[in-house]
């Protein structure tokens, strides 16, 4: 198959043509913490086209000393707030951060153990 990624250390391979099918299996199901950086977060409240201080007050929220997205409920499942559900598609995906961006090569999944958890997730997953 062409156009599979793959990333030294990973015992999988991604193909991304699966996200065209995949009804945003990343950006919601359980819940979890998506980490915005400083950086990040200039850039999507310039994408947004509001100031950084009432990005940070509506759309994150604190954990410890990092900034994680809001996540909403629907039918008792959780979503990123970006998650557009009814084109399944993300509002800010030009400016998504880096968490989103180097899914599903994440260390986490180096690790054989979690392999099960990221196919699970991921219908673009390619175990070798
Ligand atoms: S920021 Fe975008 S890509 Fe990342 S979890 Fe939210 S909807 Fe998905």
């Known amino acids: 198959m062409q156009n599979l990624i793959k990333k030294d250390g990973f015992s999988f ?3 991304p043509k699966a996200c065209e099918s995949c009804k945003g ?4 199901g359980e819940s979890g913490y998506i980490w915005v ?5 200039e850039n999507i409240a310039n994408f947004l086209g509001i100031l950084k201080d009432e990005f940070i007050k509506n759309y994150l929220k ?4 990092r900034f994680s997205i809001k996540e909403i ?3 008792g499942e959780y979503q990123c707030l970006f998650f557009d559900e009814k084109n399944c598609r993300c ?3 030009p400016v998504r951060p880096t968490q989103c961006r180097t899914f599903p ?3 986490r999944y180096k690790d054989k153990k979690y392999i ?9 997953i390619k175990l070798y």
């Open 91 to 93: 509002q800010i995906y």
């Open 116 to 124: 099960n958890e990221v196919c699970k997730e991921c219908p673009g």
């Open 105 to 107: 090569f994440w260390d």
């Open 62 to 65: 604190k954990v410890k000393y």
């Open 73 to 75: 409920v629907i039918n």
């Open 13 to 15: 391979a991604f193909d």
């Open 37 to 41: 950086n400083k950086e990040e977060i």
């Open 25 to 28: 299996d990343c950006c919601r």
